[in-house]
């Protein structure tokens, strides 16, 4: 007789959505320099292919709060799986089959993208649903895995390139595919909670006329902006505090990126009950004003690798962190608020790169000057943070 699946595989199904979300988000900038030669695309054209995938999740995150409830849980992250498999097997499939290898590319990239924000969007309030103790420490665990996916997919897919050739990426592609194809499968039997019964949940209207979800918001933009305003360039400082290549410095910068945060999430969610986690979200905020210092200001590129480093272990908290703190204080908030949530934090991933950039620009192509600009980014989560401490204080009886 089988056995009935519990709340503890629904949080496993949850786990194996965030890798699949790394999978489509970090697969396809792998690959740029095969699509490049292969398919003769410029490489300006195919790096805007990181820029579709992040609008059309910022428009997933942006609608989902109006869908998602009507049409239930289950179906949304059976779409979600079912969206991300048919892109990445279209990655492999539509270049050649169609006309234009790059308008090929470019469905692959929508279809995975619709099912990466929805992933984004509903797999954080299917788990804080879960009847779990310490739910804290339970949605920093869930968070972590993303970083694990995210060195996974770069130090599997690199060897997998190495061993069976550049030409055999259309298999890598639907290689990864069955993860989202066997998750849906998982999520298809898992049990879901609702976080709030139907019509029950506080509408966008009524989140947005809170000061304190205002504080969240700002804590989200900041540490999207602070996480990504860093990592985009951990690939430049291996490089240059290593002097190794460019293609090894793109696998160690960022796998060195993701391995931090991933474990700034795991000690919290094995060290939760003893942390306080709005203190630790401060700490935090300091180490990475102190990180972005050490790699701005730093005369030694080793050391500003070690800084980009300490960046990543300063912001694993914060996304996690900021999901928890409004979860306890609204707890009507619904899917609602998770969206709003995510939305703001994919607003923040954005400006966090695009800040640094234009202020390198306008100093002369100096990334350090850029890089010191971006402090604004954990000053505003401390701000924030010191902000909401207080109003909780206040507002606590």
């Given at each position: 007789m089988?056995?009935?699946?519990?709340?503890?595989?629904?949080?496993?199904?949850?786990?194996?959505?965030?890798?699949?979300?790394?999978?489509?988000?970090?697969?396809?900038?792998?690959?740029?320099?095969?699509?490049?030669?292969?398919?003769?695309?410029?490489l300006?054209?195919?790096?805007?292919?990181?820029?579709?995938?992040?609008?059309?999740?910022?428009?997933?995150?942006?609608?989902s709060?109006?869908?998602?409830?009507?049409?239930?849980?289950?179906?949304?992250?059976?779409?979600?799986?079912?969206?991300?498999?048919?892109?990445?097997?279209?990655?492999?499939?539509?270049?050649?089959?169609?006309?234009?290898?790059?308008?090929?590319?470019?469905?692959?990239?929508?279809?995975?993208?619709?099912?990466?924000?929805?992933i984004?969007?509903?797999?954080?309030?299917?788990?804080?649903?879960?009847?779990?103790?310490n739910?804290?420490?339970?949605?920093?665990?869930?968070?972590?895995?993303?970083?694990?996916?995210?060195?996974?997919?770069?130090?599997?897919?690199?060897?997998?390139?190495?061993?069976?050739?550049?030409?055999?990426?259309?298999?890598l592609?639907?290689?990864?595919?069955?993860?989202?194809?066997?998750?849906?499968?998982?999520?298809?039997?898992?049990?879901l909670?609702?976080?709030?019964?139907?019509?029950?949940?506080?509408?966008?209207?009524?989140?947005?006329?809170?000061?304190?979800?205002?504080?969240?918001?700002?804590?989200?933009?900041?540490?999207?902006?602070?996480?990504?305003?860093?990592s985009?360039?951990?690939?430049?400082?291996?490089?240059s505090?290593l002097?190794?290549?460019?293609?090894?410095?793109?696998?160690?910068?960022?796998?060195?990126?993701?391995?931090?945060?991933?474990?700034?999430?795991?000690?919290?969610?094995?060290?939760?009950?003893?942390?306080?986690?709005?203190?630790?979200?401060?700490?935090s905020?300091?180490?990475?004003?102190?990180?972005?210092?050490?790699?701005?200001?730093?005369?030694?590129?080793?050391?500003?690798?070690?800084?980009?480093?300490?960046?990543?272990?300063?912001?694993g908290i914060?996304?996690?962190?900021?999901?928890?703190?409004?979860?306890?204080?609204?707890?009507?908030?619904?899917?609602?608020?998770?969206?709003?949530?995510?939305?703001?934090?994919?607003?923040g991933?954005?400006?966090?790169?695009?800040?640094?950039?234009?202020?390198?620009?306008?100093c002369?192509?100096?990334?350090?000057?850029?890089?010191?600009?971006?402090?604004?980014?954990?000053?505003?989560?401390?701000?924030?943070?010191?902000?909401?401490?207080?109003?909780?204080?206040?507002?606590?009886p």
């Amino acid at each position: 007789m089988r056995r009935a699946l519990t709340y503890r595989h629904t949080i496993r199904a949850s786990q194996l959505g965030y890798i699949t979300q790394s999978v489509v988000n970090n697969l396809a900038p792998l690959l740029f320099l095969i699509f490049q030669q292969q398919f003769a695309i410029p490489l300006s054209r195919i790096t805007l292919l990181i820029t579709f995938n992040f609008c059309i999740q910022l428009l997933i995150d942006s609608l989902s709060a109006r869908f998602v409830d009507r049409i239930g849980y289950r179906a949304c992250i059976l779409a979600a799986h079912i969206f991300c498999a048919t892109g990445l097997i279209g990655m492999a499939v539509l270049p050649h089959i169609l006309p234009s290898a790059y308008a090929g590319l470019l469905c692959a990239v929508v279809c995975y993208a619709i099912g990466g924000g929805l992933i984004e969007v509903l797999i954080s309030p299917i788990v804080e649903a879960c009847p779990t103790d310490n739910k804290q420490s339970v949605m920093s665990m869930l968070h972590s895995f993303y970083c694990w996916g995210t060195v996974g997919v770069v130090a599997l897919s690199t060897l997998f390139l190495r061993a069976f050739s550049k030409s055999s990426w259309p298999v890598l592609c639907c290689l990864w595919a069955l993860l989202p194809i066997g998750n849906a499968f998982f999520f298809a039997h898992v049990p879901l909670a609702r976080l709030t019964e139907e019509g029950d949940g506080m509408s966008p209207r009524q989140l947005f006329a809170s000061k304190t979800f205002w504080l969240f918001v700002l804590l989200m933009v900041a540490s999207g902006a602070s996480e990504q305003g860093m990592s985009q360039w951990a690939s430049a400082f291996a490089e240059s505090a290593l002097g190794v290549s460019k293609t090894v410095g793109d696998l160690l910068g960022p796998c060195m990126f993701s391995l931090c945060m991933g474990a700034a999430r795991l000690f919290y969610a094995k060290q939760g009950d003893s942390i306080s986690l709005l203190q630790f979200i401060m700490l935090s905020a300091v180490l990475c004003i102190a990180a972005y210092l050490l790699v701005a200001l730093s005369p030694v590129p080793a050391l500003s690798l070690l800084g980009c480093a300490l960046c990543g272990l300063s912001v694993g908290i914060l996304w996690p962190g900021v999901f928890s703190l409004a979860s306890a204080r609204f707890p009507k908030g619904g899917t609602a608020m998770f969206a709003l949530l995510a939305l703001a934090g994919d607003v923040g991933c954005g400006s966090g790169p695009s800040l640094v950039g234009w202020l390198s620009d306008l100093c002369g192509d100096a990334l350090k000057t850029g890089l010191i600009g971006a402090i604004l980014f954990p000053l505003l989560a401390l701000v924030c943070a010191l902000l909401y401490r207080r109003e909780d204080k206040r507002t606590t009886p």
